[in-house]
């Protein structure tokens, strides 16, 4: 299973755009507390659009609630990584992954980065740029792992279209 964590999450529309990510790519979403909004908060309903209800998600207290309650292989999105997102092996789809996200002002914080240094990366970029936006590395991220496992029964076709409908008048 893919699993995305938003480590103190700060701002509403990303986090609702990634809320839409997790139910289009049948990913858990674990949000660890404090959280920078109130999860009723109407951006993040405007962002996740109609999907809420189908959004299979858990709110933790804290980092140490959330490592007590899940097992498996974390990878760690930092501008700290040494090693680009493309360089691990995700094809296992028996395994619990975790990619972990840090808040958008401060990122994940470099003592839970120390406990496992090999699993820290990076999204390659310019320069001229710290980090990309929340929501889009989780996209980058989540789709690279789907790619290796073959996408995972997804479709690749809209629902409810007949393989013609492009050209169908």
């Known amino acids: 299973m893919i699993n995305i964590v938003l480590f103190e999450p700060e701002i509403p529309g990303n986090t609702g755009n990634i809320m839409r990510t997790c139910v289009a790519t049948n990913s858990k979403l674990h949000l660890i507390k404090p959280l920078g909004f109130s999860l009723e908060d109407k951006y ?4 996740a659009v109609n999907y809420l209800e189908h959004l299979d998600y858990t709110v933790y207290e804290n980092w140490d609630d959330f490592k007590s309650k899940n097992n498996g292989t974390f990878y760690y999105l930092t501008r700290y990584g040494k090693k680009p997102h493309t360089s691990f092996d995700y094809s296992n789809k028996e395994e619990n992954i975790y990619l972990v996200f840090g808040k958008e002002s401060t ?10 240094l090999d699993h820290c990366m990076r999204i390659p970029m310019t320069d001229k740029v710290r980090a990309l936006n929340l929501s889009n590395s989780v996209a980058i991220m989540v789709y690279e ?20 409908f492009i050209i169908e008048d």
Do not use: M
């Open 44 to 47: 993040v309903k405007r962002s």
């Open 107 to 116: 990122g994940i914080p470099k003592e839970i980065l120390r406990e496992d």
């Open 145 to 164: 792992v789907l790619r290796q496992q073959g996408f995972n029964d997804l479709l690749f076709k809209e629902p409810h279209k007949s393989e013609d």
